[in-house]
T-cell receptor
């Protein structure tokens, strides 16, 4: 069964360092999402791609966060510099498009900023 | 106003009993959808069930069913014959917007614990 892949699964870093997360969506899925989930809360959308184009990045803190999906397949989310408040689970999801709404999530990356 | 409200922070249910997890929503969009996801302690979000606002019948997927009451703006998840493996966080989420520009808003979740 096809799955969304994410790496790394866990990341510990010190504040002011740069971190990067990678996501490979289910093959053929046009839409890719990055979410941030703070402990005890539901996921919140950071950025949404349709193929290689950004559809929504209104909640992305652009002073320190960046995201790209250069060839419309896999994607990278970067934080530079990391802050203590960035400690969270970062989830990637993809959906097939063509009026199919369900988003399928990867295993997530747990980030701890010290 | 909260778009998705889950009023049960935690629930304890005896194994093999049925359980209902509550979800109410708020939207003015005539076209929307409601999802339920399960999140075990390992962290991944597992899709359980989906109900579109125009769907005439309540959605069912195996032991999961969605009790959709449009007038009350509620979309409760019913799990029949609960199992120990059902212990997890459960999130209700709402889709709004047009295709390709849709937004998914999650509730705060309910932690379900199944007691042997």
């Amino acid at each position: 069964e096809a799955e969304v892949a994410q790496s790394p699964r866990y990341k510990i870093t010190e504040k002011s360092q740069a971190v990067a997360f990678w996501c490979d969506p289910i093959s053929g899925h046009a839409t890719l999402y990055w979410y941030r989930q703070i402990l005890g809360q539901g996921p919140e959308l950071l950025v949404q791609f349709q193929d290689e184009s950004v559809v929504d990045d209104s909640q992305l803190p652009k002073d320190r966060f960046s995201a790209e999906r250069l060839k419309g397949v896999d994607s990278t989310l970067k934080i530079q510099p990391a802050e203590l408040g960035d400690s969270a689970m970062y989830l990637c999801a993809s959906s097939p498009g063509s009026n199919k709404w369900t988003q399928y999530f990867g295993p997530g990356t747990r980030l701890l900023v010290l | 106003a909260q778009k998705i409200t889950q009023t049960q922070p935690g629930m304890f249910v005896q194994e093999k009993e049925a359980v209902t997890l509550d979800c109410t929503y708020d939207t003015s969009d005539p076209s929307y959808g409601l999802f339920w996801y399960k999140q075990p302690s390992s962290g991944e979000m597992i899709f359980l069930i989906y109900q579109g606002s125009y769907d005439q019948q309540n959605a069912t997927e195996g032991r999961y069913s969605l009790n959709f009451q449009k007038a009350r703006k509620s979309a409760n998840l019913v799990i029949s014959a609960s199992q120990l493996g059902d212990s997890a966080m459960y999130f209700c989420a709402m889709r709004e917007g047009t295709f390709g520009n849709e937004k998914l808003t999650f509730g705060t979740g309910t932690r379900l614990t199944i007691i042997p």
